[in-house]
């Protein structure tokens, strides 16, 4: 009864405390692009094969306000950060939040689906592979998560396109059907891409999970758990897999923040119109105002997906308890 | 006249001390395998010359796309150009890449860890949270960030702002390593004997505890080439990295790469072998290397 409001003001302390994070990525971010010198104008201008007067680039870039002084721009740019302003796409001349939106629920189901790939893929095969030590299946899912390291979300993506065209010729699509509109075909389209991103992550999490449950087995309370008679799939489902469950949560979710990483490629591989695209675009672009506001976005992903995996250990571990 | 005696006391003495590379080789063969194929890597990009049928950039419009043969055992790509050839070449390209990004993020890393072990108090802090907030970016958002802040950069050939976007986010990886073990090191008495001597602390950091976390770098080292391979053929794959006509394999993987999915599929399967080889072989090796340098130690 008394644990609501302790964990309501853990949380509000939680998210106070990550301010001071956020405040570092945007300082950091700014001064880094802004170190060197050259910016978007030059890339704009001399884009075509261009060849523009200095009043040309002087007009420019006074009309992207990239003139005035560094500690100014700072300034206009903490202020915009501090009331959800992220500034205006220094290309599209969009505000970068619409920019954001127009491809973040593409992105964001492609994360969430490639997130479930990987959950029941990875909790079985660690699982069995752990059980199994020094089998041949263990060999297998060994080699298969091994593989899943080394391979390339992007080769992987072709190799599946590949496949895809050669046994049922089949292309991924150029325009992508949203999920209300039909959500059959819409998972079908990002199915794939999911995988792809999907597979490289269950690795990593099938590994934790292996090494979680062969140590969590060599525990005492395993050992009584067997003596006292309980049938041994309780004893792997009920004893183990949830007191092994603690360290694979942590991976999964810091993962899950990092999940922008395969999607920068994989997007690219698929011809999805994602949140990943339009931070290469943004890169080749040289577009700082965007580049920063798709950093702070990564951040604030990181940050987020940190307290959930917090708030989550309290429900595998009783033990835990937030104040 | 001792020669009489030695042979009885050579049974009784301690079992006989292999070779270091050869117990390394017994007591881990998949790390013994991934070091030969790093070997074979190795010895193919540096005589890559004289390995590759081929040159690398000749065009050749008689040989478009030709699939796999005895001519060209991989094929070739949409300029005629041997990917066999183009693949060996795009070792050197990785592997020059990879050694010198791995290099230049352990080694700042290292520097970075030890000395916020050895200083403590605000300089750890500021070095912590530095290393906090770049450990909170995916590897390639980081890198990309480099890439658009720092432009090209070419010297003698290498692209040298690709190999520095490439080694920062390795950085913050082995400094938050390298401190926890520098750590423990503090302590011991020979560190206080350094102080109580007098030395400089450059000394006593490079002399006494860089030496001694060589174990945990050298792990590190190779762990970060295979993601900096990894690294590079994803940046080079979206345009951001290598450039064409070098060789490399993740632009091998970029391009027209994607319109010849039905008429040339090797041109997608070979470089990506090529990547998937060399990672894994180095993060076998590394691995092995883990449990042979110090089995406690874990990443």
Redesign the interface.
């Known amino acids: 009864m008394g644990q609501r409001p302790d964990m309501l003001s853990y949380l509000v302390n939680r998210l106070l405390l990550t301010i001071p994070?956020l405040l570092?990525?945007a300082v950091?971010?700014f001064f880094?692009?802004r170190?060197?010198p050259?910016d978007i104008v030059e890339v704009k201008l001399r884009g075509d094969g261009g060849n523009p007067t200095q009043e040309m680039v002087e007009a420019e870039r006074k009309r992207l306000g990239l003139d005035r002084p560094m500690h100014r721009q700072f300034a206009d740019w903490m202020i915009g950060l501090a009331t959800f302003d992220l500034g205006k796409s220094m290309w599209t001349e969009q505000p970068a939040t619409e920019e954001i939106a127009l491809r973040l629920e593409l992105s964001l189901q492609v994360a969430l689906m490639a997130t479930v790939i990987a959950i029941l893929l990875s909790i079985p095969l660690g699982t069995l592979s752990a059980l199994l030590q020094g089998t041949w299946i263990d060999y297998a899912i060994r080699i298969f998560t091994?593989?899943g390291?080394?391979?390339?979300s992007?080769?992987l993506g072709?190799?599946t396109?590949?496949s895809l065209?050669?046994f049922f010729n089949w292309?991924p699509p150029l325009t992508y059907v949203p999920i209300y509109q039909d959500p059959w075909t819409n998972m079908a389209q990002l199915f794939w891409p999911a995988l792809a991103v999907g597979y490289r992550y269950s690795a990593v999490v099938a590994r934790m999970m292996r090494s979680s449950i062969i140590e969590v087995l060599n525990e005492d309370y395993i050992r009584t758990a067997r003596a006292k008679g309980v049938y041994e799939r309780l004893v792997v489902m009920r004893h183990a897999m949830r007191n092994a469950m603690l360290p694979v949560i942590t991976v999964i979710g810091l993962e899950f923040?990092?999940?922008?990483?395969g999607l920068?490629?994989t997007e690219?591989?698929f011809n999805l119109n994602g949140i990943g695209r339009l931070?290469?675009q943004?890169?080749?672009r040289?577009d700082?105002t965007l580049?920063q506001a798709l950093?702070m976005l990564?951040?604030l992903v990181?940050?987020l997906s940190n307290l959930v995996v917090d708030m989550l250990y309290a429900v595998f571990d009783p033990r835990i308890r937030y104040r | 006249m001792t020669a009489v005696a030695a042979p009885p006391l050579a049974k009784t003495a301690a079992p006989k001390r292999r070779h270091p590379i050869l117990a390394f080789c017994i007591s881990q063969p998949l790390g013994a395998a991934g070091a030969v194929s790093i070997l074979v890597m190795a010895i193919a990009a540096v005589f890559a010359e004289y390995v590759a049928p081929y040159d690398p950039v000749a065009i050749d419009f008689g040989a478009m796309l030709a699939p796999p043969t005895l001519e060209h055992w991989f094929g070739t790509d949409a300029f005629g150009r041997d990917i066999l050839t183009r693949v060996i070449y795009g070792a050197r390209t990785a592997l020059a890449i990879g050694f010198l990004s791995s290099l230049l993020g352990c080694t700042v890393g290292a520097i970075l860890g030890v000395a916020s072990a050895y200083f403590g108090g605000r300089i750890d802090m500021a070095i912590q949270r530095l290393v906090d907030i770049l450990l909170s970016f995916p590897i390639i958002v980081l890198a990309l960030v480099v890439v658009a802040m720092l432009g090209r950069n070419m010297l003698l050939g290498i692209d040298f702002n690709l190999i520095l976007a490439i080694a920062v986010p390795t950085m913050p990886r082995v400094a938050r390593v390298v401190r926890s073990a520098a750590l423990s090191i503090r302590e011991l008495p020979y560190i206080d004997a350094a102080r109580v001597q007098g030395f400089s602390h450059a000394r006593i950091i490079f002399r006494h505890m860089v030496p001694n976390v060589a174990a945990p770098y050298l792990i590190m080292f190779t762990a970060a080439i295979a993601q900096a391979i990894l690294l590079e053929a994803s940046l080079s794959f979206l345009g951001l990295g290598v450039t064409e006509p070098t060789p490399a394999w993740g632009l091998m993987l970029s391009g027209n790469a994607s319109d010849f999915y039905r008429e040339a599929p090797w041109m997608i399967l070979f470089p990506g072998l090529a990547i998937s080889v060399a990672v894994f072989a180095f993060n076998l090796f590394g691995d092995s290397l883990r449990d042979w340098l110090d089995p406690k130690f874990k990443t």
């Open positions: 994070t570092g990525v950091l971010i880094m692009l170190v060197v050259g091994i593989a390291l080394a391979m390339p992007f080769w072709m190799l396109i590949v065209l050669y292309l923040a990092f999940l922008i990483g920068v490629v690219q591989v931070f290469v943004a890169v080749s040289s700082f580049i950093v990564s951040a990181f940050i």
